[in-house]
DNA sequence: GTTCCGCATGAATCGATAG
DNA sequence: ACTATCGATTCATGCGGAA
């Protein structure tokens, strides 16, 4: 199981370039929102937003494979009371690029930011939109299928408590494959919403979203050995997961701090799979 | 109480101009989806779809109040493997025509339609696009709020015991007046995302949405005896649900079968009404 | 070892105040 | 008038210490 991962310090619009075309299998990417990370990229004005974004787009557009896909998880900030339409207005302008606009899933977080104000709600979902360069690409959809819905979560969850008991006085009687495939039966493809939660208060590391979104998408549309790109890494969620997922992965950040802490994170990482490797493999042979 | 139901039966285009200026508080509706209702207005091609609906689109701020908001239920079809993108485009162009785009309200279907595609799964939300007139509207955020998780509500009821015991060391701080907000709050405001079951199997009327989602937003943007438009009536579950609410209400539909059905289910319904009046105000003097 | 409680912490938004 | 900063508001979650 071969994986690596390659981490490019700069300004992606540039490092970019170094990757070769055709050769990335996922792009899973959270830019900086407008009027965001004022100390990193400036802090994009939203009405510059579309322009500051197009080289970049072009960019991806190249690295990836033709069976490749690309999921940006972006969502419109409230302007002067409104929300601002440049996610609407770069959606088009992807299209005018090459772009494919596959799709667009959910993010429905379940905690989101508090607040309230007389003339809306809290805002709790983002935008995952996918993009595609051609109309076949890779999709592995059985690699996130779920349970049912709680009828039959419930159920199981009973009905494996009380087989538990019974496991105890009936060793060795078969009766847990069963339940496996009980387990198996009771999965369905999942919908474009996507149900998580924030990771908020991780003190080590606050990342802008759950390490199981990127999870998701990874799943979704790669298998291991695939090449997966993050242009905006951040803390390095995504990144992290394509690793721990044995794919290869490539990541860009242009400020100094994040790309060291995770450059020492997956060392370390590395360092940890090859302890367990030799802690683990050794004592099992003495079974 | 008094309440009542305009119905008009023709093109919206051309019946909306009986409605006077400033006369409406609340708009929802869900419009034909593009090559959908071919029957009816023509099955509205995705490309054309802007054009046909933006004369719809002015003459439906001239009706609305300033104070009033337009909820507009819509989802851009796939066609051709692609997201259209005509809703994303229809935003622009009502912009331009001096609507603002307050905010994005998502429907999340708790049980959307079945299927099953190679490359999408199945699609579980629509779009609640909210335009209004001016950054000054009425909402009534109370009307809608939603019981806390289960899990704040158990740890609130612990901490505002703690603060009573606080409160009586000191008294006259001003510091009771929080915590009597603290007490109340078994309830939350609700977020952008609205999850709510389709109705399906209704074996009478088959409608686009459950009575619920109306319910919801007729809840949210009027009070008793204000008038609700649905210039795209369809089986009318906007039109008695407002009904049915108290609010004054006027329907425009362009199949006279869809119109004659409500107009008899609205006039059995005030019959009904009627009849319940005449049962139980006599019994009530006799007690 | 559980369960319970206190606390910090968010890709937020508005309105007021200040340059 | 137009932008920049700041305080107030609010709620689900995970962590860590306590019973």
Redesign the interface.
Known sequence: MKTSTKLLLGDCKTELKKIPSDSVDLIFTSPPYADNRKDTYGGIHPDKYVDWFTPIASELLRTLKPTGTFVLNIKEKVSN???H?YV??L??QM?KLGW?????F?W?KKN?YPG?W????????ERLIQFNKS?K?N?Y?EEVMVPMGEWAKSRLKKLSETDKRRDDSRVGSGFGKNISNWLERTKA?????VHLATECSNKNHSAAFPEALPEWFIKLFTKEGDTVLDPFMGSGTTITVAHKMCRKSIGIEIVPDYYYLLKTGIENQNLLLLEQAGVYAPTAKHK
Do not use: A
């Open positions: 009371g409104e929300r339409t609407l207005e959606i088009l299209r494919l606009w596959t799709e667009e959910i429905h989101c309230k007389p003339n809306r709600f809290r805002d709790s979902w109309k690409f999709m959809q493809y999942p919908t474009n919403v």
